[in-house]
């Protein structure tokens, strides 16, 4: 077994057991293998064993991967900030896009969209209140969703974009007790954003490396797991996430 075969079955373990401990269901959890800065290579490895999800943070670094293993059964999955001018390069190419955070995003995602075709997207919540991070606020949320209404721009069904649920990077990520405050917090606006606009919301993308254990057992529906499964990024990548 290769080091990168080894830590991938390791994760697969710890979800299994974090899920099992809080009572969830089996399967309830899925994985998101994070292969920013990672070769190629090591996303065909780990898709031959069976890893069907990969998150991307950097569109041009995806799009690179994405035409090197376009033979290859993979959902793709659009992890950091977009910009607007890049709706292109994102709309319709994604199996799910974490980071929408603003009406014009969604505006610019919804014109670049196939005829006919769908988007499924979370809304990044950014709360930790960090003025570095993307995300909306807490408070600003309600009004966020009444705009995407308003405007036409999210479905439940048939073309357009499809708002799935939520995503979070607390602050001081990779700590996973200090990080549980947050994901309770996306949990329980995931609830109350259900409630209020009558919507199906069922993902909750929260959890990284040094806390998806935590985030298992406040709720999440999607972890995503990059350096206990590839290593180490170069340093590039971390000075860039702004954790660890
Ligand atoms: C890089 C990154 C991850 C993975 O982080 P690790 O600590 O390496 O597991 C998860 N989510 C986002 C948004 C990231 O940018």
Redesign the pocket.
């Known amino acids: 077994m290769t080091l990168l075969e080894e830590r991938w079955r390791g994760v697969l373990d710890n979800m299994a057991e974090a899920v099992r401990r809080a009572g969830r269901k089996e399967g309830s959890v899925r994985l ?1 293998a ?1 292969s ?1 800065f990672h070769p190629a290579s090591d996303i065909a490895e780990l898709c031959r064993l069976g890893q069907k999800d990969f ?1 991307e ?1 950097y569109i041009q670094e995806a799009r690179e991967k994405q035409a090197e293993l376009s033979d290859l059964d993979i959902r793709w999955h659009a ?2 900030p977009v910009q607007t001018n890049k709706a292109k390069d994102v709309a319709g190419r994604f199996s799910l896009l ?2 929408l955070d603003r009406v014009e995003l969604a505006r610019a995602l919804v014109r670049r969209l196939p005829e006919g075709a769908s988007q499924d997207v979370l809304i990044q919540v950014n709360v930790g209140e960090e003025p570095q991070k993307s995300g909306v606020h807490a408070d600003e949320l309600p009004a966020l969703f009444e705009a995407l209404l308003q405007d036409g721009l999210i479905a439940a069904d048939g073309a357009g974009l499809h708002v799935r649920g939520f ?1 979070c ?1 607390p602050p001081r ?2 700590e996973g007790e200090e990080a549980r405050p947050y994901f309770v917090m996306l949990r329980r606006l995931r609830d109350d954003m259900e409630k209020r606009f009558g919507l199906s919301l069922p993902e909750l993308s929260m959890g ?3 806390d ?1 254990r935590e985030a298992i057992e406040e709720g999440a529906t999607l972890i ?7 290593g180490p ?1 170069p340093v590039k ?1 971390q000075t860039l ?1 702004g ?2």
Do not use: A, E, Q, W
Not at 224 to 230: A, E, K, P, S, Y
């Open positions: 998101v994070v920013k998150g943070n992890i950091g974490h980071t995503m990077l990520c990779g990284m490396s040094g998806y995503r797991v990059g350096t206990d499964i590839f990024r990548g996430l954790c660890r």
